[in-house]
Each structure stands twice: as structure tokens, then as C-alpha cells.
Nanobody
Framework: QVHLVESGGGLVQAGGSLRLSCAASGRTITGYAMGWFRQAPGKEREFVAAISASGTSTYYADFVKGRFTISRDNAENTVYLQMSSLKPEDAAVYYC????????????????????WGQGTQVLVSS
């Protein structure tokens, strides 16, 4: 069982930056593909970014390409989402997810493929 805890959310002005962290416990996330998703009020949860178990492949939703960067530190059992040039429409609860038993080099954009989820961290962006 993997327990995920997100942190780093908060209020930021449009154009600003935040770095979200997803700390895993229970077992190592080495070998797990990881992803970030978000859900804004009244909207469905949507894919943001993913990273392969190997860390060599990444995948981004079009609306964050060039602004967000996903990374992982297996030694720290943590995944990060660096967010820059934030827009008011980026405001949402951001969730971290882990997929077990995936291909080492694959990335996964479908939330149904993930096995473990964190509780989320709120990101607010003022205009």
C-alpha cells in the first residue's frame, strides 16, 4: 500500500510560480509511474502531467506544456510539479497518483489506470 500526501499548494498571483510535492510512504515509489491531476469546482478531474517509473519519459496536457514540469526523486520517495506562469484557470485541487506494475518507460494519462491517490492540495490563482 502506498500513501501519498501532496503539499505546496496555496494562493499565488497570476504569472507566479508554485512547486507541488507528493511524498509517498508505505513503500518505495521506485517502479511506479506517477501522475498529477486536477479538479476545479464544478468540473471533472483532468490529467495534468505524468512521469514514467524510470523518470525518463514525461507527458503533459496541452494546457500546461511549457509552463509545468513534473519530476521525481526516488531517493526522497517524492514527485514534484513545478508550476510557472500560473493563470487563474489553473486554480484547482491538485492530486498526485501512483500506478503500480506499469511499463518502466511508459507514461499514463488516464486516471483510471492509477491505483493510489493523495488527498489533494489546493491551488488558488488571483488575477
Amino acid at each position: 500500500q502506498v500513501h501519498l500526501v501532496e503539499s505546496g499548494g496555496g494562493l499565488v498571483q497570476a504569472g507566479g510560480s508554485l512547486r507541488l510535492s507528493c511524498a509517498a510512504s508505505g513503500r518505495t515509489i521506485t517502479g511506479y509511474a506517477m501522475g498529477w491531476f486536477r479538479q476545479a469546482p464544478g468540473k471533472e478531474r483532468e490529467f495534468v502531467a505524468a512521469i514514467s517509473a524510470s523518470g525518463t519519459s514525461t507527458y503533459y496536457a496541452d494546457f500546461v506544456k511549457g509552463r509545468f514540469t513534473i519530476s521525481r526523486d526516488n531517493a526522497e520517495n517524492t514527485v514534484y510539479l513545478q508550476m510557472s506562469s500560473l493563470k487563474p484557470e489553473d486554480a484547482a485541487v491538485y492530486y498526485c497518483a501512483a500506478k503500480r506494475y506499469g511499463n518502466t518507460y511508459r507514461v499514463y494519462g488516464n486516471q483510471k489506470e492509477y491505483d493510489y491517490w493523495g488527498q489533494g492540495t489546493q491551488v488558488l490563482v488571483s488575477s
